[in-house]
């Protein structure tokens, strides 16, 4: 396959949600060599769904860092998304695109991507996921997490336990490690979503959660 190319024979939602729960999702820090080293590593560990995280950086540059973000998850089951850049994503090849709760309507997405194009939204309420017409929402911050407190107090797990009644999967972030993620499983999360957790080298590396 060609650089920028993707595979259309199988939507990819329907290879996302034919996997088994829990879904892990790795979100990069950045768009540096320490950030493709953890993508390397998550895709090896069977991640299911890699998001490159790297909003300051300017179009080209993380066009770029995504070709070789993809080279890295080459003959892995790992989807690949970027953060809110939806023109690059489609330059790229990815799988999909994660927008914010208040980011290009879900609709638009699909009219300009295709059906087949995995789309996810990052929510930071229960209600935000009600409304949400994307294919996954990821939902926090679950607990306390330096990389989150712009949004204020964590959720906890009473509010993800409301938003996993909706109908949109939900995956739990922020603060999640491999020592509460079963609880966030436990409350009807489809998964969990990371970014320093998975720069330990050690989250879920061995045994899915359970």
């Not at 949600?17 to 953890?38: E, F, V």
């Not at 959720?155 to 079963?182: I, Y």
């Amino acid at each position: 396959m060609e650089r920028g190319e993707r595979d259309r024979s199988v939507p990819v939602v329907n290879r996302l949600l034919a996997r088994p729960r829990p879904w892990r999702c790795c979100i990069s820090d950045g768009a540096n060599r320490a950030a493709l080293d953890t993508i390397a590593f998550a895709a090896a560990k069977a991640a299911d769904l890699i998001q490159v995280r790297a909003k300051e950086m300017d179009a080209g540059r993380l066009l770029e860092f995504c070709f070789a973000a993809r080279a890295v998850c080459q003959g892995t089951g790992a989807l690949l998304l970027v953060n809110d850049r939806l023109d690059v994503a489609l330059a790229a090849g990815f799988d999909g695109v994660q927008l914010p709760a208040a980011g290009i309507p879900v609709g638009r997405v699909r009219e300009l991507a295709g059906a087949e194009f995995l789309v996810g939204q990052s929510c930071h309420s229960a209600a935000e996921v009600a409304q949400s017409q994307a294919d996954f929402a990821l939902l926090g911050p679950i607990f306390p997490t330096p990389s989150k407190l712009v949004f204020g107090p964590a959720l906890g797990l009473a509010a993800l336990r409301q938003a996993a009644e909706c109908a949109v999967p939900v995956l739990a972030v922020g603060g999640v490690t491999d020592g509460n993620a079963a609880a966030c499983i436990g409350a009807g999360a489809a998964g969990v979503a990371a970014i320093r957790a998975w720069q330990t080298g050690n989250f879920f590396s061995s045994q899915p959660v359970e």
